[in-house]
Protein backbone atom coordinates (compact mmCIF):
# COMPACT_ATOMS: atom_id res chain seq x y z
CA UNK A 1 0.00 0.00 0.00
CA UNK A 2 1.24 3.62 -0.75
CA UNK A 3 3.24 5.41 2.11
CA UNK A 4 2.08 8.62 2.63
CA UNK A 5 3.97 11.84 4.59
CA UNK A 6 1.78 13.72 6.54
CA UNK A 7 3.48 17.11 7.73
CA UNK A 8 1.53 18.29 10.49
CA UNK A 9 0.40 15.20 11.16
CA UNK A 10 -0.43 15.52 15.21
CA UNK A 11 -2.55 18.75 14.36
CA UNK A 12 -6.19 18.95 14.53
CA UNK A 13 -6.87 18.43 10.34
CA UNK A 14 -3.77 16.06 10.00
CA UNK A 15 -4.58 13.90 12.92
CA UNK A 16 -8.28 13.30 11.58
CA UNK A 17 -6.75 13.10 7.90
CA UNK A 18 -4.13 10.27 9.82
CA UNK A 19 -6.87 8.29 10.72
CA UNK A 20 -9.09 8.61 7.53
CA UNK A 21 -5.58 7.59 5.87
CA UNK A 22 -5.06 4.57 7.85
CA UNK A 23 -8.88 4.06 7.92
CA UNK A 24 -8.58 3.42 4.05
CA UNK A 25 -5.48 1.43 4.27
CA UNK A 26 -2.64 3.55 3.44
CA UNK A 27 0.75 3.83 5.49
CA UNK A 28 1.09 7.05 7.18
CA UNK A 29 4.57 8.29 8.75
CA UNK A 30 3.68 12.10 10.81
CA UNK A 31 6.36 15.01 10.90
CA UNK A 32 4.99 17.58 13.06
CA UNK A 33 7.07 20.35 15.21
CA UNK A 34 4.31 19.64 18.08
CA UNK A 35 4.08 23.43 18.19
CA UNK A 36 0.39 23.27 18.38
CA UNK A 37 -0.16 19.92 18.91
CA UNK A 38 -0.53 18.25 22.36
CA UNK A 39 2.29 15.38 23.06
CA UNK A 40 0.28 13.03 23.46
CA UNK A 41 -1.48 13.25 20.18
CA UNK A 42 0.46 9.86 18.37
CA UNK A 43 -0.55 7.83 21.84
CA UNK A 44 -4.04 8.49 21.04
CA UNK A 45 -3.88 7.70 17.18
CA UNK A 46 -2.28 4.56 18.55
CA UNK A 47 -5.04 3.48 20.94
CA UNK A 48 -7.65 4.06 18.34
CA UNK A 49 -5.80 2.38 15.29
CA UNK A 50 -4.02 -0.28 17.52
CA UNK A 51 -1.03 -0.16 15.51
CA UNK A 52 2.11 2.05 16.31
CA UNK A 53 2.27 5.39 15.07
CA UNK A 54 5.64 6.44 12.80
CA UNK A 55 6.29 9.67 14.01
CA UNK A 56 9.46 12.69 13.54
CA UNK A 57 9.02 15.61 15.99
CA UNK A 58 10.72 18.27 13.43
CA UNK A 59 10.19 21.22 11.88
CA UNK A 60 9.56 21.64 8.07
CA UNK A 61 12.40 24.25 8.14
CA UNK A 62 15.08 22.12 8.81
CA UNK A 63 15.91 20.36 5.87
CA UNK A 64 18.24 17.59 7.45
CA UNK A 65 15.15 15.91 9.25
CA UNK A 66 13.21 15.84 5.84
CA UNK A 67 15.81 14.18 4.10
CA UNK A 68 15.99 11.86 6.75
CA UNK A 69 12.10 10.58 6.98
CA UNK A 70 12.75 10.22 2.87
CA UNK A 71 16.09 8.39 3.45
CA UNK A 72 14.16 5.87 6.01
CA UNK A 73 10.99 5.66 4.11
CA UNK A 74 9.88 5.05 0.49
CA UNK A 75 7.04 7.85 0.39
CA UNK A 76 4.45 7.87 -2.39
CA UNK A 77 2.82 11.00 -1.53
CA UNK A 78 2.61 14.12 0.57
CA UNK A 79 0.35 16.19 2.60
CA UNK A 80 1.26 18.87 3.59
CA UNK A 81 -0.44 20.80 6.80
CA UNK A 82 2.51 22.15 8.88
CA UNK A 83 1.72 25.58 8.76
CA UNK A 84 1.01 28.68 11.02
CA UNK A 85 -2.92 29.59 10.74
CA UNK A 86 -4.33 32.63 12.71
CA UNK A 87 -4.92 35.46 10.64
CA UNK A 88 -4.98 37.69 13.63
CA UNK A 89 -1.57 36.72 14.76
CA UNK A 90 -0.39 36.89 11.05
CA UNK A 91 -0.58 40.89 11.06
CA UNK A 92 1.35 40.51 14.54
CA UNK A 93 4.00 38.55 12.94
CA UNK A 94 4.28 38.38 8.96
CA UNK A 95 7.53 37.28 8.44
CA UNK A 96 7.34 34.12 10.68
CA UNK A 97 3.96 33.19 8.67
CA UNK A 98 6.21 33.77 5.22
CA UNK A 99 9.21 31.95 6.87
CA UNK A 100 6.81 28.47 8.04
CA UNK A 101 4.01 28.67 5.36
CA UNK A 102 6.13 29.57 2.18
CA UNK A 103 9.79 28.78 3.04
CA UNK A 104 8.07 25.56 4.64
CA UNK A 105 6.28 24.73 1.70
CA UNK A 106 9.59 25.55 -0.87
CA UNK A 107 12.32 23.26 1.73
CA UNK A 108 9.39 20.57 1.35
CA UNK A 109 9.33 20.84 -2.08
CA UNK A 110 12.57 20.86 -2.55
CA UNK A 111 13.17 17.67 -0.32
CA UNK A 112 10.43 15.75 -2.44
CA UNK A 113 11.81 16.22 -5.97
CA UNK A 114 15.04 14.89 -4.23
CA UNK A 115 13.77 12.29 -3.11
CA UNK A 116 11.71 11.41 -6.43
CA UNK A 117 8.61 12.11 -4.69
CA UNK A 118 5.84 14.38 -7.01
CA UNK A 119 2.45 13.89 -5.67
CA UNK A 120 1.44 16.48 -2.78
CA UNK A 121 -1.90 17.79 -1.36
CA UNK A 122 -2.00 21.40 0.05
CA UNK A 123 -3.58 22.67 2.45
CA UNK A 124 -5.58 25.84 1.41
CA UNK A 125 -7.95 28.02 2.54
CA UNK A 126 -11.46 29.65 1.62
CA UNK A 127 -9.20 32.57 2.49
CA UNK A 128 -7.64 32.92 -0.63
CA UNK A 129 -10.99 34.04 -1.96
CA UNK A 130 -10.97 37.70 -0.42
CA UNK A 131 -13.98 39.45 0.48
CA UNK A 132 -16.65 38.69 -2.34
CA UNK A 133 -20.48 39.30 -2.44
CA UNK A 134 -20.18 36.31 -5.06
CA UNK A 135 -21.66 33.66 -2.67
CA UNK A 136 -21.58 30.59 -2.79
CA UNK A 137 -17.67 30.57 -4.68
CA UNK A 138 -16.51 29.00 -7.17
CA UNK A 139 -12.72 27.36 -7.58
CA UNK A 140 -12.62 29.90 -10.90
CA UNK A 141 -13.12 33.13 -8.39
CA UNK A 142 -10.06 35.44 -8.28
CA UNK A 143 -7.90 35.41 -5.36
CA UNK A 144 -6.71 38.46 -3.52
CA UNK A 145 -5.61 38.44 0.07
CA UNK A 146 -6.45 40.78 3.55
CA UNK A 147 -4.09 39.08 5.67
CA UNK A 148 -0.39 38.06 5.69
CA UNK A 149 -2.17 34.17 6.50
CA UNK A 150 -4.17 34.98 3.23
CA UNK A 151 -1.00 36.01 1.31
CA UNK A 152 0.97 32.85 2.08
CA UNK A 153 -1.79 30.70 1.57
CA UNK A 154 -2.12 32.46 -2.10
CA UNK A 155 2.12 32.40 -2.44
CA UNK A 156 1.68 28.16 -1.93
CA UNK A 157 -0.84 28.03 -4.75
CA UNK A 158 1.20 29.59 -7.00
CA UNK A 159 4.19 28.38 -5.75
CA UNK A 160 2.40 24.78 -6.48
CA UNK A 161 1.56 25.80 -10.25
CA UNK A 162 4.75 26.46 -11.53
CA UNK A 163 5.48 22.99 -10.88
CA UNK A 164 6.69 20.86 -13.87
CA UNK A 165 4.22 18.32 -15.57
CA UNK A 166 5.27 15.44 -13.80
CA UNK A 167 3.96 16.67 -10.85
CA UNK A 168 0.51 16.19 -9.26
CA UNK A 169 -0.81 18.66 -7.16
CA UNK A 170 -3.89 18.60 -4.77
CA UNK A 171 -5.10 21.71 -3.59
CA UNK A 172 -7.98 21.86 -1.25
CA UNK A 173 -9.28 24.73 -0.18
CA UNK A 174 -10.99 24.82 3.35
CA UNK A 175 -13.88 26.75 4.33
CA UNK A 176 -14.63 25.98 8.39
CA UNK A 177 -13.33 22.86 9.48
CA UNK A 178 -15.59 21.82 13.19
CA UNK A 179 -16.17 19.06 15.23
CA UNK A 180 -14.10 16.22 16.34
CA UNK A 181 -13.32 12.47 15.98
CA UNK A 182 -16.45 10.02 16.41
CA UNK A 183 -13.92 8.11 18.76
CA UNK A 184 -13.61 11.69 21.58
CA UNK A 185 -10.31 10.85 21.62
CA UNK A 186 -8.83 13.49 19.47
CA UNK A 187 -10.17 17.06 18.30
CA UNK A 188 -9.12 20.50 18.22
CA UNK A 189 -7.52 21.86 21.54
CA UNK A 190 -6.36 25.31 21.70
CA UNK A 191 -4.29 26.94 24.21
CA UNK A 192 -5.39 30.31 25.14
CA UNK A 193 -8.65 31.71 24.56
CA UNK A 194 -9.74 30.54 21.22
CA UNK A 195 -10.50 32.95 17.94
CA UNK A 196 -12.62 30.39 16.35
CA UNK A 197 -16.16 30.33 16.74
CA UNK A 198 -16.96 26.59 17.52
CA UNK A 199 -14.59 26.34 20.34
CA UNK A 200 -15.14 29.20 21.79
CA UNK A 201 -18.31 28.17 22.27
CA UNK A 202 -17.43 25.02 23.50
CA UNK A 203 -15.54 26.58 26.40
CA UNK A 204 -18.86 28.47 27.79
CA UNK A 205 -20.21 24.96 27.50
CA UNK A 206 -17.33 23.49 29.84
CA UNK A 207 -18.11 27.04 31.72
CA UNK A 208 -14.41 27.98 31.32
CA UNK A 209 -15.22 31.27 29.76
CA UNK A 210 -18.46 32.80 30.50
CA UNK A 211 -20.48 33.83 27.20
CA UNK A 212 -19.83 34.00 23.61
CA UNK A 213 -19.34 37.54 22.40
CA UNK A 214 -21.33 37.38 18.79
CA UNK A 215 -19.40 39.66 16.35
CA UNK A 216 -22.24 42.10 14.54
CA UNK A 217 -25.86 40.83 14.15
CA UNK A 218 -26.50 43.43 11.63
CA UNK A 219 -25.14 41.78 8.28
CA UNK A 220 -27.41 41.53 5.35
CA UNK A 221 -28.27 37.57 6.59
CA UNK A 222 -31.04 35.83 7.59
CA UNK A 223 -30.67 36.82 11.86
CA UNK A 224 -28.10 39.59 11.17
CA UNK A 225 -24.72 37.21 12.06
CA UNK A 226 -22.47 35.88 9.84
CA UNK A 227 -22.77 33.22 7.49
CA UNK A 228 -20.09 30.19 7.55
CA UNK A 229 -19.83 27.01 5.68
CA UNK A 230 -18.85 24.85 8.57
CA UNK A 231 -17.81 21.49 7.46
CA UNK A 232 -17.31 18.18 9.63
CA UNK A 233 -13.48 17.74 10.44
CA UNK A 234 -14.02 13.69 9.46
CA UNK A 235 -15.78 14.70 6.09
CA UNK A 236 -12.25 17.18 5.39
CA UNK A 237 -10.67 14.46 6.42
CA UNK A 238 -12.00 12.16 3.88
CA UNK A 239 -11.46 14.83 1.30
CA UNK A 240 -7.95 14.30 1.61
CA UNK A 241 -8.07 10.83 1.23
CA UNK A 242 -9.55 11.07 -1.95
CA UNK A 243 -7.73 14.27 -3.30
CA UNK A 244 -4.32 11.84 -2.40
CA UNK A 245 -6.14 8.46 -4.31
CA UNK A 246 -6.84 10.88 -7.28
CA UNK A 247 -3.05 12.29 -7.65
CA UNK A 248 -1.92 8.86 -7.37
CA UNK A 249 -4.19 7.13 -10.04
CA UNK A 250 -4.53 9.80 -12.42
CA UNK A 251 -0.81 11.47 -11.77
CA UNK A 252 -3.66 14.77 -12.90
CA UNK A 253 -4.18 17.76 -9.81
CA UNK A 254 -6.81 19.69 -9.26
CA UNK A 255 -8.10 22.65 -6.79
CA UNK A 256 -11.26 22.39 -5.32
CA UNK A 257 -13.39 23.76 -2.36
CA UNK A 258 -13.96 21.73 0.40
CA UNK A 259 -17.19 22.83 1.81
CA UNK A 260 -20.77 21.43 2.32
CA UNK A 261 -22.13 24.49 0.18
CA UNK A 262 -24.40 25.23 3.39
CA UNK A 263 -24.44 28.25 4.96
CA UNK A 264 -25.67 28.71 8.88
CA UNK A 265 -25.13 31.92 11.36
CA UNK A 266 -23.27 32.06 14.48
CA UNK A 267 -26.90 32.24 16.14
CA UNK A 268 -27.56 28.55 13.98
CA UNK A 269 -24.35 27.58 15.63
CA UNK A 270 -24.97 28.45 19.18
CA UNK A 271 -28.35 26.71 19.03
CA UNK A 272 -27.46 23.73 17.43
CA UNK A 273 -24.31 23.78 20.51
CA UNK A 274 -26.72 23.96 22.74
CA UNK A 275 -28.89 21.33 21.58
CA UNK A 276 -26.20 19.14 21.95
CA UNK A 277 -24.73 19.47 25.18
CA UNK A 278 -28.26 20.14 26.60
CA UNK A 279 -27.96 23.71 28.17
CA UNK A 280 -28.51 27.24 27.41
CA UNK A 281 -24.80 28.96 26.21
CA UNK A 282 -24.60 32.65 27.38
CA UNK A 283 -24.17 35.46 24.45
CA UNK A 284 -24.26 38.48 23.74
CA UNK A 285 -23.68 40.97 21.12
CA UNK A 286 -20.68 42.78 19.82
CA UNK A 287 -19.79 44.79 17.54
CA UNK A 288 -18.61 43.52 14.07
CA UNK A 289 -14.78 42.07 14.38
CA UNK A 290 -12.68 43.59 11.88
CA UNK A 291 -12.05 41.73 8.91
CA UNK A 292 -15.01 39.61 9.27
CA UNK A 293 -17.13 39.41 6.13
CA UNK A 294 -20.74 38.66 6.26
CA UNK A 295 -21.59 35.14 4.01
CA UNK A 296 -19.03 32.59 3.15
CA UNK A 297 -19.86 29.60 1.50
CA UNK A 298 -18.64 27.20 -0.94
CA UNK A 299 -20.07 25.88 -4.58
CA UNK A 300 -18.97 22.25 -3.72
CA UNK A 301 -19.75 20.79 -6.79
CA UNK A 302 -16.14 20.64 -8.52
CA UNK A 303 -15.12 18.40 -5.32
CA UNK A 304 -17.56 16.09 -6.13
CA UNK A 305 -17.09 15.70 -10.19
CA UNK A 306 -13.07 15.50 -9.66
CA UNK A 307 -13.08 13.69 -6.59
CA UNK A 308 -16.12 11.96 -5.84
CA UNK A 309 -16.55 14.44 -2.88
CA UNK A 310 -19.24 15.28 -0.63
CA UNK A 311 -19.43 16.30 3.09
CA UNK A 312 -22.19 13.57 4.69
CA UNK A 313 -22.57 15.13 8.36
CA UNK A 314 -24.45 17.81 9.68
CA UNK A 315 -23.92 20.79 11.96
CA UNK A 316 -25.65 18.79 14.59
CA UNK A 317 -23.44 15.89 14.18
CA UNK A 318 -19.77 18.85 14.47
CA UNK A 319 -21.61 20.19 17.20
CA UNK A 320 -22.05 16.64 19.03
CA UNK A 321 -18.93 15.29 18.22
CA UNK A 322 -17.59 18.17 19.59
CA UNK A 323 -19.33 18.72 22.51
CA UNK A 324 -18.45 14.69 23.45
CA UNK A 325 -14.78 15.52 22.82
CA UNK A 326 -14.74 18.40 25.11
CA UNK A 327 -16.94 17.60 28.02
CA UNK A 328 -14.64 13.97 27.25
CA UNK A 329 -11.54 15.84 28.38
CA UNK A 330 -12.83 17.84 31.16
CA UNK A 331 -13.24 15.31 32.88
CA UNK A 332 -10.12 13.55 32.19
CA UNK A 333 -8.55 17.10 33.26
CA UNK A 334 -10.79 19.29 35.36
CA UNK A 335 -8.47 21.60 35.90
N1 LIG B 1 -17.59 34.63 15.68
C1 LIG B 1 -18.25 35.21 16.73
N2 LIG B 1 -17.68 35.17 17.97
C2 LIG B 1 -16.47 34.57 18.21
C3 LIG B 1 -15.79 33.98 17.12
C4 LIG B 1 -16.37 34.03 15.87
O1 LIG B 1 -19.35 35.78 16.54
O2 LIG B 1 -16.00 34.60 19.36
C5 LIG B 1 -18.20 34.63 14.33
C6 LIG B 1 -17.38 35.36 13.28
O3 LIG B 1 -17.66 36.73 13.29
C7 LIG B 1 -17.82 34.63 12.02
C8 LIG B 1 -18.08 33.20 12.48
O4 LIG B 1 -18.29 33.29 13.89
O5 LIG B 1 -19.02 35.16 11.53
C9 LIG B 1 -16.94 32.24 12.21
O6 LIG B 1 -15.73 32.76 12.78
P1 LIG B 1 -14.40 31.89 12.94
O7 LIG B 1 -13.39 32.75 13.63
O8 LIG B 1 -14.73 30.58 13.55
O9 LIG B 1 -13.99 31.58 11.44
P2 LIG B 1 -13.65 32.59 10.24
O10 LIG B 1 -14.69 32.32 9.20
O11 LIG B 1 -13.49 33.99 10.67
O12 LIG B 1 -12.19 32.09 9.85
C10 LIG B 1 -11.99 30.88 9.20
C11 LIG B 1 -10.59 30.33 9.55
C12 LIG B 1 -9.50 31.18 8.95
C13 LIG B 1 -9.76 31.48 7.50
C14 LIG B 1 -11.14 32.05 7.33
C15 LIG B 1 -11.47 32.36 5.89
O13 LIG B 1 -10.42 30.26 10.94
O14 LIG B 1 -8.28 30.49 9.05
O15 LIG B 1 -12.11 31.12 7.83
O16 LIG B 1 -11.43 31.19 5.16
F1 LIG B 1 -8.85 32.37 7.04
Redesign the pocket.
Known amino acids: MAKILLTGGAGYIGSHTYLALIDAGFDVVILDNFSNAKPDVPARLEDITGRPAHVYEGDVLDRAVLEQVFSDHTIDGVVHFAAL?A?GESVEKPLDYMQTNVGGLLNLLSAMDHAGVRRIVFSS???VYGDTDIQPIPEDHPRTYTSP??FTKIAGEQILEQLPDDWAVGILRY??PVGAHGSAMIGEDPEDIP????P?IAKVATGELER?????DDYDTPDG??V?DYIHVEDLAEGHVLSLKSLLETGEGHTVNLGTGEGST?LDVVHAYSEACGQDLAYKIAPR?DG?VAV?TARPERAKEHLGFEAKRSLADMCRSSWAWVSGQRRNDPN
Open positions: KVSATYAFNNNLVYLSVFGTGRVRDL
